[in-house]
């Protein structure tokens, strides 16, 4: 089986702009989480999609959104990028949802500038 | 919310030493992952642990439960540079229902040849 493909694997953004990350999850895995690493704060949960529905979400401002499509694909958009934007941003797969064994992509690498 | 603290933060040994990370939960753990990442990508699945007093091995890993202290401790024997990375734990926080999984901000370990 193919793992979770994040695309594209890097990006700079100056700020102000908005930007749409995408990520494909392993077949037949119907629930993605999205979260955002950096140095200081570690790795903290975004929100989580399931069968097309956002079943969970962190406290993030409402700049970050995402969607899921039927095919389990999804996307995360974030508006009026900011520099504290600059991330990885790692999305996970797994069969039932997040507290199942989640499978990681390699992450999009984001700079703000 | 739920909080991990990870210990030591950063760890460098000598090839062939046996080392232990610990993660220290804050709230109850109903559910404890360790996850391992090299520097920039994915997270990769080690271990999942479910049940306090739970002892798992793969390879020259072995991670445990201590359901009663609230934590859970990841032991590598004869570390090889193989094992360099950033060890992560991640936690459920509620015994039913659909939870986010929070994650403890790693430990780095280098292996010196």
């Known amino acids: 089986k193919a793992g979770v493909t994040q695309t594209p694997r890097y990006l700079i953004k100056t700020r102000g702009q908005q930007v749409t990350l995408s990520c494909s999850p392993i077949s037949g895995h119907r629930s993605v989480s999205w979260y955002q690493q950096t140095p200081g704060q570690g790795l903290q949960f975004l929100f989580e999609?399931?069968?097309?529905?956002?079943?969970n979400k962190g406290n993030f401002p409402g700049r970050f959104s995402g969607r899921q499509f039927s095919n389990s694909r999804s996307e995360m958009n974030v508006s009026t990028l900011e520099l504290g934007d600059s991330a990885l941003y790692l999305c996970?797969?797994?069969?039932?949802?997040?507290?199942?064994?989640?499978?990681f992509g390699a992450g999009t690498r984001l700079s703000v500038l | 919310s739920q909080e991990l603290e990870q210990s030591p933060q950063s760890l460098i040994v000598q090839e062939g030493k046996n080392l232990t990370i610990n993660c220290t939960s804050s709230k109850t753990l109903y559910g404890l992952y360790w996850y391992k990442q090299k520097y920039g990508e994915g997270l990769i699945f080690l271990m999942m642990l479910q049940k306090g007093g739970e002892e798992k091995s793969h390879e020259k890993i072995t991670a445990k439960l201590d359901e009663k202290k609230q934590q859970s401790s990841l032991h590598i024997t004869a570390s090889q540079p193989s094992h360099a990375g950033i060890y992560l734990c991640?936690?459920?926080?509620?015994?039913?229902?659909?939870?986010?999984?929070?994650f403890g901000i790693g430990t780095k370990l280098q292996v010196i040849p």
């Open positions: 996970a797969s797994s069969s039932q949802g997040a507290r199942n064994i989640q499978y």
């Open positions: 999609y399931f069968s097309e529905t956002q079943r």
């Open positions: 991640g936690a459920d926080g509620n015994a039913g229902g659909y939870q986010k999984v929070t």
